[in-house]
């Protein structure tokens, strides 16, 4: 029962702790002290490290732990065009702790003719043998973080035209990818399980936003960007409640998002949190689709103690209450490092995890 394409019975959401090495040249970088030439000789060398420990653990699909971003979504979005970082009054709060006070801008037409990170996929691809694996923010991290603040008035009156024109620039960037080689491509996506917190609900409309019509839109600008994609090119989204230094943001189970997400976003499979209370539980996999698979996180990337491996077939049991087990796949419930800090663990307890999920992945579903 193993898979030949993605995602597989074994696989993991994509970001990295990142390595001494890589953190000793980017704080030389940010003081002057590195070329960008020479920090990104190091980003490949250590690039080139935890490709070849994925690859030894067993897992089928490798990334370059985001190696080469501060934070999983905004250096993406930065690299559309029309967009920049800017100064903000405060960072994103999770529990307890809050992100540096910036945040991606849109002051122009959005577009994608030329990514940087085409070239970042191009190098990890270039240096595995297995399946390389892209993740990328979805769309709509574009607009939730800071909503209709965050997009230049001028260069977007509607928003209509902001959500049209965002798509497209998404498809321009997926095609990018796809010409490079990419076959495996995540869209990281916070919206949805928001969408499931009562307060988060409570903030868009402060701001001015519907929360019962916000996941239709961005369900409608997913499926946009993925408009006519090559049938080869295989498509999943992770979702996810927050991750910073093991910290968290929104609580709640999938069931209001789950039709929506199963049924009208046009994507193969779904990388799902359920490694805590905060996720409810399993019965939001009944709406799931023949043909699209779920991968369950039920490993946590927060902290550094092991699962027991009995404990976690048991959850995989009371999955296939609602689900085939051949529509299923295991993770850990998210990345390492979604920001350059990272979670608190350590580099060990990392791989150790990795392990367990490959591990487990072939006691369950066969080697």
Not at 14 to 23: A, D, E, I, V
Not at 124 to 144: D, E, F, G, V
Not at 228 to 248: A, Y
Not at 311 to 324: G, L, Q, S
Request: with cysteine; hydrophobic share 40%; proline share 4%.
């Amino acid at each position: 029962m193993q898979r030949d394409t993605p995602p597989f019975r074994a696989d993991h959401v994509g970001s990295l702790l990142r390595s001494q090495p890589l953190k000793e040249a980017r704080s030389k970088r940010a003081a002057g002290k590195l070329s960008t030439a020479e920090l990104r000789a190091i980003e490949d060398a250590e690039i080139r490290k935890i490709i070849a420990k994925q690859e030894e653990i067993g897992l089928r699909a490798v990334t370059d732990g985001e190696f080469r971003r501060a934070y999983w979504h905004f250096d993406f979005l930065c690299g559309l065009d029309g967009v920049a970082m800017i100064e903000v009054a405060h960072g994103i709060q999770f529990a307890g702790v809050q992100s540096k006070a910036e945040a991606p801008f849109v002051r122009g037409k959005l577009g994608s003719r030329h990514h940087p990170q085409i070239a970042d996929f191009a190098f990890l691809k270039a240096n595995t043998k297995r399946t390389a694996k892209m993740t990328i923010p979805s769309p709509s991290m574009m607009h939730y973080r800071g909503g209709r603040d965050m997009i230049d008035k001028t260069a977007y009156p509607s928003l209509e035209d902001f959500y049209r024109d965002l798509g497209a620039a998404y498809k321009q960037a997926i095609r990018g990818l796809y010409d490079a080689g990419c076959r495996y491509l995540q869209l990281d996506d916070c919206s949805f399980a928001y969408l499931c917190d009562t307060a988060q609900r409570e903030m868009l409309k402060r701001r001015g936003d519907d929360p019962d019509k916000q996941g239709e839109i961005y369900a409608g600008v997913i499926n946009a960007a993925l408009a006519d994609r090559p049938r080869d090119l295989v498509v999943t989204t992770h979702v996810c409640r927050g991750n910073f230094r093991s910290t968290f943001i929104a609580s709640g189970g999938y069931e209001p998002i789950a039709d929506l997400l199963f049924n009208r976003v046009n994507v193969d499979g779904y990388f799902l949190e359920w490694d805590s209370d905060r996720a409810g539980g399993f019965e939001p996999l009944r709406l799931l689709p023949k043909g699209k698979s779920v991968v369950l996180g039920l490993v946590t990337s927060k902290a550094g103690a092991l699962e027991d491996k009995s404990f976690i077939k048991r959850r995989i049991e009371e999955a296939t209450r609602y689900a085939p087990l051949e529509q299923l796949c295991l993770s850990p419930q998210c990345g390492f490092a979604s920001t350059e800090e990272g979670n608190v663990l350590d580099e060990e307890a990392q791989w150790a995890k990795l392990r367990l999920v490959v591990d487990l992945a072939d006691e369950v579903w066969g080697r």
